[in-house]
């Protein structure tokens, strides 16, 4: 039987067993839902067994969390103490931070502009691991004007999704908005080194 739930307005219908505190049979209406317990989530169970869980992360923190019993991992994290929101990552770092790839249609940055050397900026970047196809890593901290390293905690989670310690982890990555910039800046550099060639070349010719 299917089981009906309404909350704040929102009418809910939840195909299989909703385990609480027992089961409920028939309906079931609240104008709200009050959870004591920090460590408190409603859990889904599909027809083998346990599949989600939705509530809070329990242990130190209060994050909210998504969880998928199935794969035993965490799909969705917002962090209590700064509203970050993580996709496939239990510990966000970023407004938002995915674990895995992006598709979308565009991406639309605030148009940062950069005024300075760009060239020089470019000319000193490393790579480090080049595969035979040629693509390799960036070495961050030879592109220190456009690199972002710093280091977070992640919390250290147990087969129930709750938390059991920390561990110190480094990220670093590329700035999108300070790498476009720095390449728009590049290629006025180069075109004014062309114009001035070609003026050159111009006035050499008139001769």
């Keep these: 039987m299917s089981k009906k739930i309404l909350l704040f307005g929102l009418l809910l219908v939840i195909p299989f067993v909703l385990a609480l505190k027992g089961e409920i049979e028939g309906d079931f209406y609240a104008d709200n839902i009050i959870a004591d317990d920090p460590d408190a ?4 169970y599909g027809g083998t067994g346990m599949k989600w869980a939705v509530g809070t992360s329990g242990g ?3 994050n909210f969390i998504i969880y ?3 794969s035993s991992s965490t ?3 917002i ?4 509203g970050d929101v993580g996709i496939g990552t239990s510990n966000p770092t970023m407004k938002l931070d995915v674990n895995g790839n992006v598709t979308a249609n565009d991406f639309i940055t605030k148009s940062l502009a950069y005024n300075g ?6 000319r000193v970047i490393r790579k480090e691991n080049v595969n035979e196809a ?7 901290a030879s592109a220190e004007e ?3 390293i710093f280091d977070y905690k992640v919390d250290i989670l147990d087969e129930k999704g709750e938390k059991t310690g920390e561990e110190t982890k480094t990220f670093e990555g590329i700035s999108t908005d300070r790498t476009m910039a720095a390449l728009i800046r590049a290629n006025q550099q180069l075109l004014e080194r062309v114009e001035q060639l070609e003026s050159e070349v111009t006035a050499l010719k008139s001769r």
């Design 41 to 44: 989530q409603i859990k889904f």
């Design 134 to 140: 040629g693509f390799g890593r960036i070495d961050h």
């Design 68 to 70: 998928d019993h199935g």
């Design 117 to 122: 050397d760009a060239l020089s900026i470019l």
């Design 60 to 62: 130190a923190s209060d």
């Design 146 to 148: 456009l690199a972002v």
């Design 75 to 77: 799909r969705l994290t």
């Design 79 to 82: 962090n209590d103490s700064n």
